[in-house]
């Protein structure tokens, strides 16, 4: 069955310095990889996503993140953290190959970055 | 201008009362679902459908019920046999290729009185 896991229910930064927000999947076959982030009270806004090809994936407000198909990751980063991006992140999985259409969603990491 | 809409933002439901959660999309999507989200639980998948008529239970389905009738509705009743229903719900819709990202609702703050 496919899965997700965030290991860090909240990340700390200091403003300017770099973040990183974990997420490992177990899927049977080649994984579709979305990330998400959420203000308070608001739903879930895209963010970037892998499908296939270059591993270092580029996505909006500067954030981009890195499929690593060997330890079954997809971390979110961003070179310089600020104050606006603290909010709640979210990793998603789909299986193209599982036979379903369901996206499977992590419990999501708080990020917090301090001023 | 396409998105997906769901009303109203907040609700209050009194103990035995039925409620229904609206979630429209203009984005001609196929597929929609329902999630609920608790603090610290993520999204849980309440029900799912690929096409009209048709919808497919998702982990926590019980209490709840939905219909989909038109491509573009897909409401949400949350029955009074739903124990715990506060929550903060959230609607999406997906398009048919794999490998497209999900549209969400701005979501229900859905409180028990």
């Known amino acids: 069955a496919q899965s997700v896991a965030q290991p860090e229910d909240q990340v700390n930064v200091a403003e300017g310095n770099p973040l990183t927000v974990k997420c490992t999947y177990s899927v049977s076959g080649n994984p579709y990889l979305f990330w998400y982030v959420q203000y308070p009270n608001r739903g879930l806004q895209f963010l970037l996503k892998y499908i296939t090809g270059d591993n270092l994936v580029k996505g909006s407000y500067g954030f981009e993140a890195e499929f690593n198909k060997s330890q079954t990751s997809f971390h979110l980063k961003k070179p310089s953290a600020l104050v606006s991006d603290s909010a709640l992140y979210f990793c998603?999985?789909?299986?193209?190959?599982?036979?379903?259409?369901?996206?499977?969603f992590g419990t999501g990491t708080r990020l917090k970055v301090l001023a | 201008d396409g998105g997906i809409t769901q009303s109203p933002k907040y609700l209050f439901r009194k103990e035995g009362q039925n409620v229904t959660l609206s979630c429209e999309q203009n984005l001609n999507h196929d597929a929609m679902y329902w999630y609920r989200q608790d603090p610290g639980q993520g999204l849980r998948l309440i029900y799912y459908?690929?096409?009209?008529?048709?919808?497919q239970k998702g982990d926590i389905a019980e209490g709840y019920s939905v219909s989909r009738e038109k491509k573009e509705s897909f409401p949400l009743t949350v029955t009074s046999a739903q124990k715990n229903p506060t929550a903060f719900y959230l609607c999406a819709s997906i398009g048919s290729a794999m490998n497209t990202e999900a549209f969400f609702g701005q979501g229900t703050r859905l409180t028990v009185v």
């Open positions: 998603a999985v789909r299986d193209p190959g599982g036979g379903t259409y369901k996206y499977i």
């Open positions: 459908s690929q096409i009209v008529n048709d919808f």
